[in-house]
């Protein structure tokens, strides 16, 4: 009996994938018949020979500086915005306020950085306003829940300590819990970061700015030489703001 | 009289019985030390006797006042007058020594100036001479992580000296040194004391150490004191009593407890 229904789900399973392939009008085989593949290769060798012009690249500087803005800031005010709602998140202000600033976090987190920005593009206008807006909203929620997360497993004692010798909330936060919850705050931000500015690249495809925009405008034209570059400009980005979280995160959060 | 219990029990949950009925009353400038075996009730006791704790039962008189019949406000006042040194001292791992030590004056600093602090220690050199009584004063901007057990204990100790209040109370404060250095210490906490007039009460699992250095000494023994006399008086049979089926181990040393930081990657 168990054999039989084994044999079923298989065979549902393939009659589910052959469907699919009907259904979405999906065709491997044209893919490499006909003279398809020398187009294909045409179109990536197109993409080999980047505009290495220097108005070019200058206007590259600058979305590069752009996108590099907005993932910063936009993590920047996510950590403002996050902690202070990763305080009441923590149930330090009691459990009606940690249930609504937990719903507030999951309600920003659920909804992805591409749609904040598209909501934001028409809230706010074209531009890397939108984008920093959208990455701020969205990552909010994300490292507001991490904070919340730090903010419950950090010890209480040395903040308790504070409190018996008659010192406040906020000095006890400051004193006993700050010291050992920072490198992890920071830890947190960093990594963040580094999402962020891969996130911001795409951003400028709803039309939030940056090195995103370029890419898209490029494409829609089919300029593959400077795409090209702007592709290779967003690596380097990357590759920039990579080195620089490890750095920072050994100098800080390792010592 | 200046620290007094009425007929105080302390309850955790319902199966433990920490303090059974407890009556005493302390004088200001007396010197007192608490012992007897491990589970007695000696940490419970200092920690109603600081306010840490509400007792389940009877009343509590700290420097003239009922620290539970009062406002939150008023009771913080009160006890940034009372200090007590930790067993396991509550001290952040990445904080300065300094920084530490001059956490004991938050409560007579205020906020504006307590946050001025973290930025650029303002009274490094209190902070040096309280340091300097418990020679450790090289450690001033020392990692409190980087220290041991010991000198983590004396930090704790400097701490509560900075915060000079009326009322001092010691849990197990040298249970993490060398038995010279224990006795050391415990002489220099004394001479403040005395030289202070602070009111000094100190649990001890050192029954040698206690009898040295305090004039009165406690025993407790399942929450409830079985004898409170001058250390003259304390003889053999007393101790053989109060310690009875138990064997004077030394407390493992005191741990900073250091948070691993998780570093998440994509």
């Known amino acids: 009996m168990k054999r039989v229904t084994n044999w079923l789900i298989l065979l549902v399973i393939l009659v589910a994938v052959f469907a699919s392939f009907g259904y979405l009008g999906v065709d491997l085989l044209r893919v490499f018949g006909g003279d398809n593949l020398s187009q294909m290769s045409a179109y990536a060798e197109r993409f080999l020979r980047p505009d290495l012009g220097t108005g070019h690249l200058r206007a590259i500087g600058y979305g590069a500086l752009e996108t590099l803005a907005m993932s910063a800031l936009g993590t920047l005010l996510a950590a403002v915005l996050g902690l202070f709602l990763a305080l009441p998140a923590a149930g330090r202000f009691g459990w009606p306020l940690a249930g609504f600033a937990r719903l507030v976090l999951n309600a920003l987190r659920a909804i992805p950085e591409l749609v904040w920005a598209a909501l934001m593009v028409l809230a706010a206008g074209l531009g890397p306003n939108a984008g920093t807006l959208a990455l701020a909203l969205h990552t909010a929620g994300v490292l507001g829940r991490l904070f919340a997360e730090a903010l419950e497993n950090t010890p209480a004692a040395p903040a308790d300590a504070i409190r018996l010798q008659g010192g406040g909330q906020i000095a006890a936060f400051c004193y006993g819990t700050l010291p050992n919850l920072w490198p992890q705050l920071l830890a947190y931000m960093l990594y963040r970061w580094e999402n962020n500015i891969r996130m911001a690249t795409i951003l400028g495809f709803v039309g939030a700015g940056g090195l995103g925009q370029m890419l898209y405008v490029s494409l829609s034209l089919f300029q593959e030489p400077q795409a090209s570059t702007v592709i290779l400009a967003m690596l380097v980005l990357v590759f920039l703001v990579d080195a620089l979280s490890v750095w920072m995160r050994q100098r800080w959060v390792r010592a | ?266």
């Open chain 2, 1 to 266: 009289m200046i620290l007094g219990l009425h007929r105080a029990s302390l309850r955790h949950g319902k199966a433990v019985q920490a303090l059974r009925n407890v009556d005493l009353e302390i004088e200001a400038g007396e010197r007192v030390a608490l012992i007897g075996p491990s589970g007695a009730g000696k940490s419970s006791l200092l920690n109603v006797l600081s306010t840490a704790i509400k007792p389940t039962e009877g009343e509590l008189r700290v420097l003239g006042e009922q620290p539970w019949n009062m406002g939150n406000r008023s009771r913080q006042r009160l006890r940034s007058r009372i200090g007590l040194v930790h067993q396991a001292p509550p001290i952040p791992g990445r904080q300065r020594v300094v920084t530490a030590v001059s956490a004991g004056r938050l409560a007579e600093w205020g906020l504006a100036r307590g946050l001025l602090n973290l930025l650029h220690p303002l009274d490094a050199e209190g902070a040096r001479k309280a340091l300097a009584e418990l020679d450790l004063a090289d450690k001033l901007f020392a990692q409190c992580g980087q220290l041991s057990g010991g000198q983590l204990q004396r930090v704790g100790i400097a701490r509560v000296l900075y915060q000079s209040p009326e009322l001092l109370l010691a849990d197990e404060p040298v249970s993490a040194m060398d038995p010279v250095l224990a006795d050391h210490t415990l002489g220099v906490l004394c001479r403040n004391a005395r030289e202070r007039n602070v009111t000094l009460v100190a649990s001890l699992h050192n029954v040698e150490l206690a009898l040295a250095h305090f004039p009165r000494v406690i025993g407790l023994r399942d929450g409830q004191v079985m004898f409170d006399c001058a250390a003259a008086d304390v003889a053999p049979e007393r101790l053989r009593a109060l310690y009875a089926n138990e064997h004077l181990v030394p407390a493992p040393a005191a741990e900073a407890d250091a948070m691993a930081v998780q570093i998440p990657r994509c």
